[in-house]
């Protein structure tokens, strides 16, 4: 009986110590070099990319879903966001944007089966430097440090900007709506995937949900999200878009990604010997953060937005749309 007690106490002390290791080591949003540097730490380790591979996106797993190869989905959804915006009508040479472009491996797809000419860019040196490696010099594939914030290409650079997962990052979602509006070409096509809130300002957040919402912007350097309705708003605030933006909510098809991600760590215990047993405690302490993912996706607390957008076909229809705004 003083065994078992011992032992409970022992379990509580562990658990509370883990718990406290959590929450004191979370990686809050506190600029854009809080988020570099987070990016730069799991690219230099390299367990993320070990267990993730060369999306560090959710996969895609079907309406309803079905079992799949973890990393497979994660290709799979690249093909299936290509088709889902019109991407695959487009032709080759087609100018991409990749914002937000991890270490390329969407940049990659399109480059060798769509025969884009891409862009990546991300906010991460390491990331960059990762995504060349991985890049064969065949592949009409470039990648560049940049800010999502701040674009440092010219207006009307681009036939398509394509963002995977980016936007939680963003301290000022309408900042980001319309630099991504702005270095699309006239008559070019806007898709983006990303993580988003329910929209809660009909129905605030509740009592549970305020905490565990703290925790997943606490926990991946997110200083917010957006609902799929509020970033839609700020898309078409800017002027730039002809017409409305489509959207649809890709929770269902993305939700297994959650829980696979964690099995990755016991279906592939290799990685136990790779990195270590400091490799170890960095992936179980990503674990609590994937199971409040998997519980906000589930509940309808978080929702996986997809958004499409044209440009105004002439820059004079744009900078017309612009001044009524300006009045209004």
């Given at each position: 009986?003083g065994?078992?007690?011992?032992?409970?106490?022992l379990?509580?002390?562990?658990?509370?110590?883990?718990?406290?290791?959590?929450?004191?080591?979370?990686?809050?949003?506190?600029?854009?070099?809080?988020?570099?540097?987070?990016?730069d730490?799991?690219?230099?380790?390299?367990?993320?990319?070990?267990?993730?591979?060369?999306?560090?996106h959710?996969?895609?797993?079907?309406?309803?879903p079905?079992?799949?190869?973890?990393?497979?989905?994660?290709?799979?959804f690249?093909?299936?966001?290509?088709?889902?915006?019109?991407?695959d009508?487009?032709?080759?040479?087609?100018?991409?944007?990749?914002?937000?472009?991890?270490?390329?491996?969407?940049?990659?797809?399109l480059?060798?089966?769509?025969?884009?000419?891409?862009?990546?860019?991300?906010?991460?040196?390491?990331?960059?430097?990762?995504?060349?490696?991985?890049?064969?010099?065949e592949l009409?594939?470039?990648?560049?440090?940049?800010?999502?914030?701040?674009?440092?290409?010219?207006?009307a650079?681009?036939d398509v900007?394509?963002?995977?997962?980016?936007?939680p990052?963003?301290?000022?979602?309408?900042?980001f709506?319309?630099?991504?509006m702005?270095v699309?070409?006239p008559?070019?096509?806007?898709?983006?995937?990303?993580?988003n809130?329910?929209?809660?300002?009909?129905?605030?957040?509740?009592?549970?949900?305020r905490?565990?919402?703290?925790?997943?912007?606490?926990?991946?350097?997110?200083?917010?999200?957006?609902?799929?309705?509020?970033?839609?708003?700020l898309?078409?605030?800017?002027?730039?878009?002809?017409?409305?933006?489509?959207?649809?909510?890709?929770?269902?098809?993305?939700?297994p990604?959650?829980l696979?991600?964690?099995?990755q760590?016991?279906?592939?215990p290799?990685?136990?010997?790779?990195f270590?047993?400091?490799?170890?405690?960095?992936?179980?302490?990503?674990v609590?953060?994937?199971?409040?993912?998997?519980?906000?996706?589930?509940?309808?607390?978080?929702r996986?937005?997809?958004?499409?957008?044209?440009?105004?076909?002439?820059?004079?229809?744009?900078?017309?749309?612009?001044?009524?705004?300006?009045?209004?």
């Amino acid at each position: 009986m003083g065994l078992f007690f011992w032992t409970l106490g022992l379990f509580l002390v562990l658990l509370v110590l883990g718990v406290a290791f959590y929450l004191i080591t979370a990686r809050r949003y506190q600029s854009s070099n809080s988020v570099a540097n987070s990016y730069d730490e799991w690219t230099e380790d390299g367990i993320l990319e070990f267990y993730w591979g060369d999306h560090i996106h959710l996969g895609h797993y079907g309406s309803p879903p079905q079992q799949k190869d973890f990393l497979a989905a994660k290709s799979d959804f690249v093909h299936e966001m290509v088709r889902w915006g019109g991407l695959d009508q487009l032709p080759p040479g087609t100018t991409v944007l990749d914002v937000g472009c991890g270490i390329g491996g969407s940049s990659r797809i399109l480059a060798r089966d769509y025969r884009f000419a891409v862009t990546g860019i991300t906010i991460s040196p390491q990331q960059v430097k990762r995504a060349q490696e991985l890049t064969s010099k065949e592949l009409n594939a470039q990648f560049l440090v940049d800010d999502a914030m701040s674009l440092s290409f010219p207006d009307a650079s681009f036939d398509v900007v394509w963002s995977i997962e980016a936007g939680p990052h963003m301290p000022d979602k309408a900042i980001f709506a319309r630099e991504l509006m702005r270095v699309l070409k006239p008559g070019g096509v806007l898709v983006v995937a990303d993580w988003n809130q329910r929209d809660d300002r009909q129905n605030p957040l509740n009592f549970w949900e305020r905490p565990v919402m703290q925790q997943l912007l606490d926990q991946w350097s997110h200083p917010a999200f957006s609902s799929i309705e509020g970033f839609s708003e700020l898309l078409e605030a800017t002027g730039f878009v002809e017409g409305r933006v489509v959207t649809a909510d890709w929770t269902e098809q993305t939700l297994p990604s959650w829980l696979d991600s964690i099995w990755q760590g016991v279906a592939r215990p290799e990685g136990l010997v790779r990195f270590g047993p400091s490799g170890l405690v960095k992936s179980l302490r990503e674990v609590p953060t994937l199971l409040l993912m998997r519980l906000a996706f589930g509940t309808g607390l978080c929702r996986f937005g997809m958004f499409r957008a044209l440009r105004a076909n002439s820059l004079a229809q744009t900078t017309e749309k612009v001044s009524t705004k300006a009045e209004v």
